[in-house]
C-alpha cells in the first residue's frame, strides 16, 4: 500500500486574505486596521505534520494550537504519497482535541527557512540570474528542483553534505520542542542556540538520524530564550555508498515528495514569554 506522511492544516504561502476578511479580523483582534499579512500568515500557522515515529502532539495545561476562523475556512492537508507505479487505497484520517477549557497559552512554530517568529524574511534572497540562465535551468530542472531554496542539489557521492536552516525569535519566547525532517540521506542533526549576546548553546544533537523514526524531542525542561535570539539547525546528508539506505549514490538527489530524493524541514515549537521583562534572559 502507498504510504503518506505530510502535515495536516498546513498554511496555503499563496493565499491572499480578502480585504473584507482583513477587516472581519482587525476587527475580532480590536484593531483600526486590517493585520497585515505577515502576521495573517503566522497566524496561520500549520497544526504540524504526521511521519514516520510522530505520535500525537498534546498541549500541555493551558496551551493549545489556535484555528482562527475568522482568517481562514479550510485546513490544508499535504499528502506525499511514495508512487509503486499501480493504483492504490488509502484512508487517511486527522483528529483533533478541542480544549475542554479556555487556553490561555497559544503554541506556535518557527520554522528554521530564514524567516523570523513574526515572518519577517531574515537572510536576503540572491539575486535573480539573468532570464536566460533561469530559464535553461528551469528547463533542465528535476520535477520539484528549487522548491525548497534551503536544499539544493546533494551531489553525487557526497559523505557529509551540510544544510544550515536559522529561525530568529522577534519576541522573549519559551522553547518547547524540536523536530526536523529528511528523508533517507539524512545522517545527523544539531541545533545551536545563539543568544543576542553572542553566547552559543547546543540545545539537541541527533547522532544517527534514521528515516523510519522522526521524532518530536521535547526539552527535559522548557527554556526561556530573549527576544533577539536565533536557532540554527545544521544537517548532514549523506550521499554515497556508505549509506546504506541510499537507493542512488551514483546521482545527485535533489528536493522532491518522494523518498528516493530528499528535504530538510526543521522546525520549533514555543510559546512567547508573557511573563518576560526587560532585562530578563
Known sequence: AATAAGGAGAPDPTADLPSEAGARAARSA???????????????????????????????????????????????????????????????MAGLWWAKDKATTRVRTLGLNEHTSESAQLVAPPPLPPAEAAAAALAAAQAGQGLNPLLGVIPANAANWTVTGIGAFQNDAIIQSLFIHAHVRGKDFTWVLTYPDGREEVLLRVPNYNFDWQFTYDLAEPLKVPAGSTVKSIARYDNSRENRRNPAPHKDAYW?????????????????????????E
Open 30 to 92: 480590536g484593531a483600526e486596521e486590517p493585520l497585515a499579512q505577515e502576521q495573517v500568515q503566522n497566524l496561520r500557522g500549520g497544526l504540524g505534520p504526521y511521519i514516520p515515529g510522530v505520535g500525537a502532539e498534546v498541549a500541555k495545561s493551558g496551551q493549545a494550537r489556535e484555528i482562527r476562523g475568522d482568517l481562514f475556512s479550510h485546513l490544508f492537508w499535504n499528502l506525499h504519497y511514495q508512487a509503486t507505479g499501480k493504483p492504490e487505497t488509502a484512508r487517511p
Open 256 to 280: 522532491s515528495e518522494q523518498s528516493w530524493d530528499d528535504m530538510f524541514l526543521s522546525t520549533v515549537s514555543y510559546t512567547v514569554d508573557e511573563t518576560a521583562t526587560e532585562g530578563d
